[in-house]
């Protein structure tokens, strides 16, 4: 479920809100990086500052979600990656409408929890909250919906869950209520947000598509299936899960 197969053009027809959320993100990134003014502006008005939300100004908590070090692609490149990797199954699963609560609910919550905690100085952004609240909600379907997962695809996400959780904890300068409190966001809203959920199929995708003068039978749908259930699906995913890991081992940004 975490491998792609479709093309550029598809993967934007069938996850909107996925590709939406990218473009978005990376669209301020590059206003913040190719302007300074408009870096002030967006980073001192839109960023997680404590003191200023504890002042009143409570968009902050979501504006952050979506705002990135300016002088650094990695900061934005990794969390977009992390959403084109986890968030088209999860997107097709839920719904539009309860994706967008999903990813907003645990970044707002992840952002709420660094305002009650951390210092009233401390000023941070990114989708990091949101990232790890999708995550959370995958670790539900781990635990308590094995009927939504297959088995692969949980081992892929335990992985990562815990790779991500302790290079949070071992790395300096990261915003950990951001990580931890979006994740546990997550696997709160699990039980909630996946009563009605079905299992995520790339052929779903391609039926809801479908030309209604179109031939339904493929001749070749079983060829499909065995490259997609085959050793090279099992490599590609194991490819994916260590070009995750290298990123974020080399990020060097004070904050994520």
Do not use: C
Request: net charge positive; hydrophobic share 50%.
């Amino acid at each position: 479920m975490f491998f792609r197969t479709e093309s550029f053009k598809d993967f934007l027809r069938f996850y909107p809100i996925v590709t939406g959320i990218i473009a978005l993100q990376l669209v301020i990134w590059l206003l913040t990086f190719i302007s300074p003014t408009l870096q002030q502006w967006i980073i001192l008005w839109g960023g997680n500052f404590n003191a200023a939300i504890e002042a009143g100004q409570f968009w902050r908590v979501v504006t952050s979600i979506f705002i990135h070090a300016p002088n650094s692609f990695t900061h934005v490149l990794f969390n977009s990656f992390s959403l084109v990797l986890f968030g088209p199954a999860l997107e097709q699963m839920l719904g539009k409408a309860k994706f967008i609560f999903v990813y907003l609910f645990t970044g707002i919550i992840g952002n709420v929890f660094t305002v009650l905690l951390a210092d009233p100085g401390y000023f941070s952004y990114g989708a990091s909250g949101a990232v790890y609240g999708i995550i959370g909600v995958y670790i539900f379907m781990t635990l308590f919906r094995k009927d939504l997962m297959d088995p692969s695809s949980s081992q892929v996400i335990v992985i990562i869950a815990v790779i991500g959780l302790l290079m949070t904890f071992l790395r300096p300068g990261i915003n950990i209520y951001a990580h931890l409190f979006g994740f546990i966001a997550g696997i709160a809203l699990g039980p909630v947000i996946l009563t009605k959920a079905q299992p995520f199929s790339p052929w779903r995708n391609r039926r809801r598509q479908r030309d209604p003068d179109e031939i339904g039978f493929d001749p070749n749908r079983w060829k499909k299936r065995r490259f997609l259930r085959g050793k090279n699906t099992h490599n590609i995913i194991w490819g994916i899960i260590i070009v995750l890991i290298v990123l974020g081992l080399l990020r060097n940004l004070s904050l994520f």
